[in-house]
């Protein structure tokens, strides 16, 4: 019995010798107690897609980015056929939400992020990596040219150039500072996991250096003074997480210098969080006073030097200066200089953001997609396609039409102009039909000719708005895009999406639509507002749960949940740490 126990133990430790990943599903169920879960790190499943072809047909795609829109094509590309090249100088994706919380150590840099290769590695198809610079577009040639981002190299930095037959520009953008002298030079920004470690040590650098005895009192209220520039959601989001680092950590590990510690927000607007409900805006305002953060709204930056930031009332154009220790510049996003290169190349000059279409195609560029923060949706007019509507509508040619006519376009209709359905819901209308009734007036069985079409959609491209530059639209944008590429044959020959009213035929997608899940802002001292769909606002402890969780599972990787949760619970028990590190 012995001797046969012995050899079961000999094949079984033979086994997990032989296939390594059966000690961590083993583990993983053990712990999970089994379920679905146990397949994170395995592929046990086989493509729903075709056998790849052999690489020298492969259509070449290059994806410019490893930020929320390139990380969720990559995610979501399953289509074998293709031969994925990535380029970024970084070489991991970032959870860009949480970097506020990363600033005070409330979560770590590691805890968000996740190496590209480790996402990548679990596909059924090979994806090439390559971590460089692009610093040229050719979009006549289909090349792009890149630059090692590697500081030390002994035969000098590498260039290479990528072929492609498909293009995935989403460079991101980087921080707008409206050309403000100095902001450059002293101040700090928020993009990036390093930006948010650099904020971290000058912190504790401020409450260090503001500890020596040789330190004068008003040289410890200018170091100990933080200014925020920007009213935004990471603005705002960073003061309250400052304001907790200090008065839940910091105060009690610097008593003697406490009582110098100040916050100042700066806003140019009236308020801050104006994108936000005004009942949000208006708790955040007044939440943040009874925390002792300066909020001075109406206020823009004209200058900063080294220990001083100029400051100018919009309502008097007084000017005034404040010493600080350490500012973050917060201020909305701008055009990289590589993009705005690739702008000029193309024909769109004067604009911040490659134009694309609805289905995330660069304006004039064949096979180039843009999206995310680097890309805005150029949405077609319906007047500039009035008159094709009608004639499409109009297969008799009489020149006028009826509600009849009308009823098997008028799906397309709403599918490739959102407008009209926005300004139906504005007007309070049940229907298309109801816009076209209008402008019959007393005889709602009249033909509607051409020039009473024009009067009843004249006012609808008013409804028009841009995406905003979230992490939601952009992970969205990657999802909707891989999701062209995976059925990309399959739709050339079945194509689903709208008429081509200025052509024959239909569009081969269904345009992009951005679908709102709501927004949170962390307020601090476990508070967080959020605006949810169908303008429902919810404020308080429970939203703040709400936030933990929501965000948790957004995370990219169940490594990465593990991490941050653990942060979660560790600065619960312990606090958050102080080394400069």
Request: glycine share 6%; hydrophobic share 35%.
């Amino acid at each position: 019995m012995s001797g046969y126990g012995y050899s079961l133990f000999q094949r079984v430790s033979q086994t997990f010798q032989s296939h390594p990943m059966l000690g961590k599903l083993l583990i993983v169920c053990a712990v999970s107690g089994g379920g679905l879960v146990v397949f994170s790190d395995a592929s046990p499943f086989k493509s729903i897609y075709a056998s790849p072809v052999q690489s020298g047909s492969k259509k070449k795609v290059v994806v410019v980015g490893t930020g929320w829109a390139g990380t969720s094509f990559l995610k979501h590309l399953e289509n074998p056929s293709y031969d994925v090249q990535v380029v970024s100088p970084r070489n991991y994706f970032a959870f860009t939400p949480l970097l506020p919380s990363v600033t005070c150590g409330t979560v770590e840099a590691r805890s968000v992020v996740e190496p590209i290769r480790s996402i990548t590695k679990k596909k059924s198809y090979d994806v090439n990596f390559k971590e460089a610079k692009c610093y040229k577009i050719d979009a006549e040639n289909k090349k792009v040219y890149c630059q090692s981002n590697q500081d030390r190299n002994l035969e000098g930095k590498e260039e290479f150039a990528l072929d492609y037959d498909y293009l995935v520009v989403a460079m991101g953008a980087c921080a707008n500072t409206f050309n403000t002298p100095g902001v450059v030079e002293h101040a700090h920004f928020l993009k990036e996991v390093e930006d948010a470690q650099r904020i971290r040590q000058s912190v504790i650098d401020a409450f260090e250096r503001a500890s020596l005895p040789s330190v004068s009192e008003e040289e410890k209220k200018r170091l100990l003074h933080f200014v925020v520039v920007g009213g935004g959601p990471a603005g705002v989001e960073f003061a309250a997480e400052l304001h907790d680092f200090v008065s839940e950590d910091l105060c009690k590990l610097y008593p003697l210098i406490k009582d110098h510690v100040k916050i100042t927000l700066i806003e140019a607007g009236d308020h801050i969080l104006n994108m936000y409900d005004k009942r949000i805006t208006t708790f955040a305002e007044e939440k943040f006073r009874r925390d002792g953060i300066d909020v001075k709204t109406g206020s823009m930056v004209v200058k900063v030097s080294d220990k001083e930031i100029s400051t100018k009332e919009r309502a008097t154009g007084e000017i005034g200066n404040i010493p600080y220790g350490m500012v973050v510049w917060s201020t909305g996003i701008g055009t990289r200089p590589e993009i705005m290169d690739f702008m000029k190349q193309i024909g769109q000059t004067n604009r911040r953001a490659l134009a694309t279409d609805e289905w995330l195609r660069v304006d004039g560029c064949d096979g180039v997609y843009a999206l995310g923060d680097c890309a805005t949706i150029n949405q077609r007019k319906v007047m500039d396609d009035i008159s094709a509507i009608f004639s499409k509508a109009d297969k008799n040619k009489s020149g006028t039409l009826n509600l009849k006519d009308f009823r098997e376009v008028i799906d397309d209709i709403l599918e490739r102009y959102p407008q009209v359905k926005l300004y139906l819901k504005k007007k309070k209308m049940r229907n298309f039909a109801a816009l076209l009734k209008n402008t019959q007036e007393n005889d709602q069985n009249k033909p509607i000719e051409i020039n009473n079409f024009k009067t009843a959609l004249a006012e609808v491209d008013s409804q028009m708005k841009n995406l905003p530059a979230t992490a939601q639209v952009a992970d969205q944008q990657g999802a909707y895009l891989a999701d062209c590429f995976n059925r990309m044959e399959q739709c050339e020959k079945y194509p689903e999406g709208p008429l081509r009213f200025r052509e024959s035929g239909r569009h081969r997608f269904h345009p992009f639509r951005y679908r709102h899940f709501g927004q949170f802002a962390p307020l601090g001292g476990e508070k967080t507002a959020a605006q949810l769909p169908y303008d429902y606002v919810s404020i308080g402890h429970s939203t703040q749960w709400l936030w933990y969780s929501i965000y948790a599972s957004k995370l990219v990787s169940w490594r990465t949940r593990m991490l941050v949760v653990s942060d979660w619970g560790r600065r619960f028990i312990f606090g958050r740490d102080s080394s400069r590190i």
